[in-house]
């Protein structure tokens, strides 16, 4: 099985550092309430304005900051630190506290951006430094903004995209633990009421420009918030023939056409947050269980399949190292 290790992360390291704070290509997730709006990124988002939007922006923050953890001693770790130091600071971090408050600002990067902000939120409370002290105050605002939301989500977000419901409260959940105890009872009844009752799913995926299996994060979330011995008897349900490699889109890497379309290019990130989903998924039932072994073995066809193309397409290259890491984690 394929793993992180120091020159992979290094490789990593250094292409993430290189889009982030890259001023364009930028899109922007922004309602222009006025024309006083018509200003540069960079003015409403000082720290998250590069790597092509918000949200990559953020989770790019996550890998590089995690990667330092893990390998100190790579070359790139000190330019990480600097970075940190320059950009991870209280008064930029107001400014994107303050971006928020804006009219029609209630679903920016919802619940995506939201999810992967909280899990850079809890990678750097792992770190001696100060940057999760200033950047606790956006983390605290977007953790209220999914105790004021999960509530009236009556259905779950099943796509494959960013509004992935199970994706993003797999992160959620993670900085929840031993921090916010009433939004961690809020995601487990939720995971419940939507999923508990699922049984022989289809998987009818992927869906032409996913970087997500619906079916597999689901399971994944299923797997944080149902005690071990609930979670087989729920999985065996949910993909009874999963033992047998069937249904066969879940155990089938997706076939990349066109790299340089960022659309497309999101197959690339399908194959890898399978990769991670299986693995996980894998850990969750334990050895013995008839699936781990097929699902072992598919995190590594997947991994096989995109793991070569993290770099080389801008479009793919802005984002895909992070999932990359996940996967390989």
Known sequence: MTTLNA???????????GHLGKPYPYKMDLVLNGPEDARLPSEFH????????????????????RLARLYPDMAETAAIIARADDMLV???????????????????????????LLALHAELERHDGPWADALEPLALAF?????????????????????????????????AKGRDPDLTTLIE???RGWFLNDRDCQAWEPGGDEFLSSALTEALLMSRVLPKADFTIWFDHFLPAAATGRPASLFTPAIVSDRSDGK???????????AWCW?????????GHPVSHRAAQTAQTHLDASLPHVMGEYMGEHWLATFALLALE
């Open 7 to 17: 020159t992979i992360a290094s490789q990593f390291a250094r292409a993430t550092l």
């Open 46 to 65: 000082p720290i998250f304005h590069g790597s092509f939007d918000w949200h990559s922006c953020v989770h790019g923050w996550w890998q590089i900051m």
């Open 90 to 116: 209280p008064e930029k971090v107001a400014v994107e506290r303050a971006f928020l408050d804006r009219p029609m600002s209630a679903a920016f990067e919802r619940p995506y951006g939201w999810a992967w």
């Open 143 to 175: 953790a209220k903004r999914f105790h004021n939301f999960l509530p009236k989500l009556t259905y779950p977000l099943r796509v494959g995209t960013h509004f992935n419901i199970s994706f993003a409260l797999v992160l959620t959940s993670d900085w």
């Open 189 to 191: 009844q939720k995971a």
């Open 264 to 274: 497309i290019a999101h197959l690339d990130g399908l194959n890898l947050s399978r």
């Open 279 to 287: 693995r996980a998924i894998a850990d969750a039932l334990g050895p």
